[in-house]
């Protein structure tokens, strides 16, 4: 079990540029998470995949936020003409669906943290 | 709906004293709560769960957590800090998504700093 994983670990880019994050989940996790992280907060979640779908996303993903899960496997997240507001660390996680409805565990990659300047 | 508040910023505590991190919980229905652990510039690691049956969970590292429906409380509870313990903990309760995922609503962390 190698765990989830993200790359990159740090981004640092100027306002108004593109970036995409990967993630690569726990292998045959089936559900697959993005949340947000800023300085003094708990993370919040912005979108989620059931295998290539993406069933669910979050007022907080404004228009220049897209994610994909291509295969069912790993995730990329990107953004579009960053801004200075985008500096956060974004967080991954992965769970596999269990017997009982809601009782999966989320497991989190190390997060890719994000500097717009 | 579905919060929780970690009432505390901070906690302090010696090494080898008991610790208590508190959270308490807001939820319409039976709630499904869970406490992560972040160290500086990590992802969050999962520590215990709460779903159904025995009031006291056991988790990962010596940590378990109390869950108290009257109080509508989950405090993370450990008999013996340890000065590696100190770090960032967060409570979280399970919200429902379409076609069956769950998203965690976190609490704003407490920092839990054990010295010597």
């Known amino acids: 079990d190698t765990g989830v994983s993200q790359d990159p670990r740090h981004k640092i880019t100027k306002r108004g540029q593109n970036v995409t994050f990967r993630c690569d989940p726990i292998?045959?996790?089936?559900?697959l998470y993005w949340y947000r992280q800023t300085l003094g907060q708990g993370p919040e979640f912005l979108t989620y995949?059931?295998?290539?779908?993406?069933?669910?996303k979050s007022r907080l993903l404004s228009d220049r936020f897209s994610a994909e899960r291509p295969k069912g496997s790993f995730s990329t997240l990107e953004i579009q003409r960053t801004e200075q507001g985008d500096s956060a660390m974004y967080l991954c996680a992965s769970s596999l669906t269990s017997g009982r409805a809601g009782t999966d565990t989320q497991y989190f990659g190390p997060g890719t943290r994000l500097t717009v300047l | 709906a579905q919060s929780v508040a970690q009432p505390e910023d901070q906690v302090n505590v010696a090494e080898g004293n008991p610790l208590t991190v508190k959270c308490t919980y807001s939820?319409?229905?039976?709630?499904?709560l869970f406490w992560y652990v972040q160290y500086p510039n990590r992802g969050l690691q999962f520590l215990l769960k709460y779903i159904t049956g025995d009031n006291l969970v056991k988790g990962s590292y010596g940590f378990e957590a109390e869950f108290n429906k009257s109080q509508t409380s989950f405090h993370l509870k450990k008999p013996s800090a340890l000065v590696s313990d100190s770090a960032l903990y967060f409570c979280a309760v399970r919200v429902p998504l379409t076609g069956g995922g769950n998203k965690l609503t976190f609490g704003t962390g407490t920092q839990l700093k054990v010295e010597l």
């Open positions: 995949f059931q295998n290539e779908a993406q069933l669910e």
């Open positions: 292998s045959e996790h089936n559900r």
């Open positions: 939820v319409s229905g039976n709630p499904y």
